[in-house]
């Protein structure tokens, strides 16, 4: 039987603050998975403790009753890694939160709703039946939370969180970042309706993405889910969108240098300058496929690695002010809901949004829908900006779209 075990320590605290009160929470959480294979049989295991190796594999032999398609564990060699990165205790976090809230509330009509820092280290090993040994230490802080701004009777609201490896963030500027789009919105009308320049802000860039990447998976090539079937090489999207996977410049949250099976991560272009060049592979697929898995799968608490990227970019250098000024008339989708209502194999898409219509002056809007397909949408970009916001697994500028359909 061949079998992988991949073990995680997460340690840290929480802390969060209303209008009336401020409580911190520290965590601990031990996570076992293991993945037997034999013979086209498959098992998966998942407890919520650090359970021993001779425990798992006993277990594993004795529920082999699924079935895979071929081995999903790959090759192995030995490795350990360790990002200390930031390190706070809970009294400095709560220093760091009353700050935050001094920075939000500065202003008239300006409160917050809730605010949080969370801070977390995670040790994760991964161990299997073909050599592999690998071990990693990261850490990093997530800050974020909801505010209100009340103006004349109107008030809109704002959530988000920020993620940071290092304490090289600015509260002054996550406070702005947190207040400022809920400021922006008020005396919002509904939009016109009609197809119009836009630009999708980096934000609402990260989540259409993720909404779609299951696309540019060989899973979903294998199960004959996604349009990208035999398209390597094709000119799918506009010549200015490049989609890479573990750019070395670009390190997801709490990285490690191999993904959720122990394979080390390798710079892979998906799309390069419009062409549709690689799908992602994890063992399994690659094997396949034979294609070599390039570290695109992560960890999940009680399933199998996903095969999801592990680090996904769009590339951009465009400033974010000249992008305004070449989209002229049109609009800024800021905000959007409802991205998992998306069809991720055909493309179609259909959901809220908020943000600005510019024309003759700026009109903020709320209520809205933009609506399309998203291999259509990408083949009609024009500019990308260099104002990268990771989301999740996912980095991205705001882009520049010629056209989308937006309806009020």
Not at 368 to 373: A, F, R
Request: aromatic share 12%; net charge negative; hydrophobic share 35%.
């Amino acid at each position: 039987m061949e079998w992988d075990i991949c073990k995680i320590r997460i340690e840290g605290f929480r802390i969060e603050m209303d209008r009336y009160f401020l409580n911190s929470t520290g965590f601990v959480e031990n996570r076992t998975s293991c993945r037997g294979y034999l013979k086209g049989k498959f098992t998966f295991a998942y407890f919520p403790y650090m359970a021993d190796e001779e425990f798992s594999l006993k277990f594993l032999k004795e529920n082999l009753i699924s079935e895979a398609p071929e081995d999903p564990i790959p090759e192995g060699y030995e490795g350990s890694f360790s990002y200390k990165g930031i390190k706070i205790g809970e009294r400095e976090g709560k220093d760091m939160l009353l700050q935050l809230k001094d920075e939000i509330e500065n202003e008239d009509g300006v409160r917050i709703e809730k605010i949080f820092i969370n801070f977390k280290s995670k040790n994760l090993s991964i161990k299997n039946s073909k050599g592999m040994n690998v071990e990693g230490e990261t850490g990093g802080i997530n800050v974020g939370g909801a505010v209100i701004v009340e103006k004349d009777g109107e008030a809109q609201i704002n959530y988000d969180i920020f993620h940071f490896s290092e304490m090289n963030f600015d509260l002054k500027e996550i406070a702005r970042s947190l207040k400022e789009p809920a400021k922006m919105l008020l005396k919002s009308e509904p939009p016109p309706t009609g197809r119009f320049r836009c630009i999708l802000q980096n934000r609402v860039a990260c989540e259409l993405l993720e909404a779609f990447i299951q696309s540019f998976t060989a899973e979903s090539l294998f199960k004959n889910r996604t349009m990208l079937k035999d398209k390597e090489g094709e000119r799918i999207f506009s010549e200015i969108l490049t989609i890479e996977e573990n750019n070395p410049s670009f390190k997801e949250p709490f990285y490690m240098p191999f993904d959720g099976e122990g394979v080390k991560k390798e710079r892979v272009f998906i799309v390069r300058n419009g062409r549709f060049e690689n799908f992602l592979y994890n063992a399994m697929y690659g094997r396949i496929y034979g294609k070599k898995p390039c570290g695109s799968s992560r960890p999940e608490p009680a399933s199998p690695p996903s095969l999801t990227g592990s680090s996904i970019l769009i590339n951009g250098g465009t400033p974010y002010e000249k992008l305004v000024e070449k989209m002229g008339e049109g609009f800024i989708v800021t905000g959007i809901i409802g991205g998992h209502t998306v069809n991720p194999i055909t493309g179609e898409f259909s959901v809220g949004a908020s943000g600005i219509f510019i024309k003759n002056g700026k009109k903020p809007f709320v209520g809205g829908v933009i609506s399309g397909n998203f291999f259509e949408t990408f083949n009609k970009i024009e500019a990308t900006g260099n104002d990268f916001r990771t989301i999740g697994n996912i980095t991205s500028p705001s882009i520049l779209i010629s056209e989308i359909n937006l309806g009020g």
